[in-house]
């Protein structure tokens, strides 16, 4: 896939992940804020993390960051607490694993999903890089959507 495709494939995963962030995260006019729109450069420069959203007043309630994993080498474990978490892979091969579940393998072209509330860990499994987009959302179990 080249960069292109890459773009179009980021762009369209946080336009999703926007459309769930719930209205408990109060909407621009309430808050005073508006986000604005913008192209993020992915472009790690061979460091191991780049934050690509911080969250407010960068998004309304979603983060996300390019992170570059040498083989071997883990995220280390975290819970995705009260947030969604999207997982979209650009190069190498690794796993998810979710803490009493599954394993979900990671190579590129995939995307994978981590629901609320799950301890999780990610892991380089391959010889090379494994690099990824993460995206995190407030999670909401909105009927409207």
Do not use: K
Not at 55 to 79: F, W, Y
Not at 90 to 99: C, I, K, M, P, W
Request: glycine share 12%; charged share 15%.
């Amino acid at each position: 896939m080249n960069r292109t495709s890459w773009a179009g494939l980021i762009v369209l995963a946080l336009a999703c992940v926007a459309s769930l962030i719930p209205s408990a995260c109060g909407s621009p006019e309430e808050s005073g804020a508006r986000p604005s729109a913008r192209v993020i450069v992915l472009d790690s420069g061979g460091e191991e993390y780049q934050p690509v959203l911080g969250g407010p007043p960068e998004s309304l309630g979603m983060r996300s960051g390019l992170v570059t994993l040498a083989p071997d080498s883990s995220i280390g474990q975290h819970n995705t607490e009260a947030y969604e978490e999207l997982i979209i892979v650009f190069e190498g091969q690794g796993e998810l694993r979710l803490t009493g579940a599954e394993i979900l393998p990671l190579e590129p072209g995939v995307a994978a999903y981590c629901p609320p509330n799950t301890q999780h860990d990610v892991v380089n499994t391959g010889s090379e890089t494994l690099q990824y987009l993460y995206v995190v959302a407030p999670a909401s179990n909105r009927g409207d959507a």
